[in-house]
Every structure is written in C-alpha cells, then in structure tokens.
C-alpha cells in the first residue's frame, strides 16, 4: 500500500510560480509522475520521476516550464511550475508506479493516485 497526499495548489496570476508536494508513505514504489484533469477533460500526464531522479519525463505542454524532483529520501515528490498560463488551471494528481524508468504517461501504469490538488491560474 502507498498513501499519497498532494499539497501546494492555490490561486496564481499568469506568468506566476506555483510548487506543489507529494508526500508518499508506506511501500516505496519506482515511479512517481503529475497527472492532470480540467473540468470537463480527461486527466491528462504531465511529469514523471524515476526511482533515482536521474530520469525525468515531460509532457510537451509543460516542458520547458514545469520540473519535477524527488528528495533523497525518496518519501517527497515536487512538481515546480513556472510561467503558469491559465490553461495550466486543472486538479492535479500524484501517483506511483511500480515500473522503473521516467517514461511512464498512462495512467494505466499507475497503481496508487492521490486525492488531488486545485490549482488555479488567472488570467
């Protein structure tokens, strides 16, 4: 069992920063990525981790501005965003995979999820 809890979120003027946390206890998987979901979309990958933090893995609407890192104690994950853009507004999701390297976008590969975080950026 992995327990997951997202924090961080709030309201940002575009152009604004935002760092959001997840704190993850209980068995230590390999992967842990950001996923996304705006009203009215599906939830959508936005950033993965690998077990050492040496493999990241983007998607293409927020390479360039969003990174993510885990501590060396392998218990935190961040997600930090920059140059946040209204369309960036959405609950976003921690969660584990118990698949080793950073390329992991499905959600399928995911086994343990958080219960979200609201982010909300202005325009």
């Known amino acids: 069992q992995v327990q997951l809890v997202e924090s961080g979120g709030g309201l940002v003027q575009a152009g604004g920063s935002l760092r959001l946390t997840c704190a993850a206890s209980g068995r230590t998987y390999s992967t842990y990525g950001w996923f996304r979901q705006a009203p009215g979309k599906e939830r959508e990958f936005v950033a993965a981790?690998?077990?050492?933090?040496?493999?990241?893995y983007y998607a293409d609407s927020v390479k360039g501005r969003f990174t993510i890192s885990r501590d060396n104690a392998k218990t935190t994950v961040y997600l930090q965003m920059n140059s946040l853009k209204p369309e960036d507004t959405a609950v976003y999701y921690c969660?584990?995979?118990?698949?080793?390297?950073?390329?992991?976008?499905?959600?399928?590969?995911?086994?343990?999820w958080g219960q979200g975080t609201q982010v909300t950026v202005s325009s």
């Open positions: 969660a584990a995979s118990p698949w080793g390297g950073s390329s992991r976008p499905r959600r399928a590969e995911y086994d343990y």
């Open positions: 981790i690998s077990w050492s933090g040496s493999s990241t």
